[in-house]
């Protein structure tokens, strides 16, 4: 499984930006979770939201609900995180994650329960 992200760059706060994770690997029968992380510095990372590909369902952090948004084009294998309202405290790099579908994994504190993971992209939001 490969996952590439996309869509990362300088916003002013209250601005908005989308992001993408395009996964491979994945078989058309596989059930699998697809979750958005971020790391600031000198923090830990925490999670954003999550997907899963079989039904859509969706969760989210309290820190963004309400502002982000995340979407899945299962014939792209394509999930997309559409960032709102940014605010100077989402800066950070954001890691798209997946793994298959099981219990537990559709939480957006899961961080060790995906498996995969991209290779991150900085979002900076300036005051």
């Known amino acids: 499984v490969q996952l590439v992200e996309s869509g990362g760059g300088l916003v002013q706060a209250g601005g908005s930006l989308r992001l993408s994770c395009a996964a491979s690997g994945f078989t058309s029968v596989d059930d699998y979770a697809i979750g958005w992380f971020r790391q600031a510095p000198r923090k830990e990372r925490e999670g954003v939201s999550c997907i899963s590909s079989s039904d859509g369902s969706a969760y989210y952090a309290d820190s963004v609900k309400g502002r982000f948004t995340i979407s899945n084009d299962n014939a792209k294998n394509t999930v997309y995180l559409q960032m709102n309202n940014l605010k100077p405290e989402d800066t950070a790099v954001y890691y798209c994650?997946?793994?298959?579908?099981?219990?537990?994994?559709?939480?957006?504190?899961?961080?060790?329960?995906?498996?995969?993971w991209g290779q991150g992209t900085q979002v900076t939001v300036s005051s």
């Open positions: 994650a997946a793994d298959y579908l099981r219990v537990g994994v559709l939480r957006p504190q899961a961080i060790l329960e995906y498996n995969y």
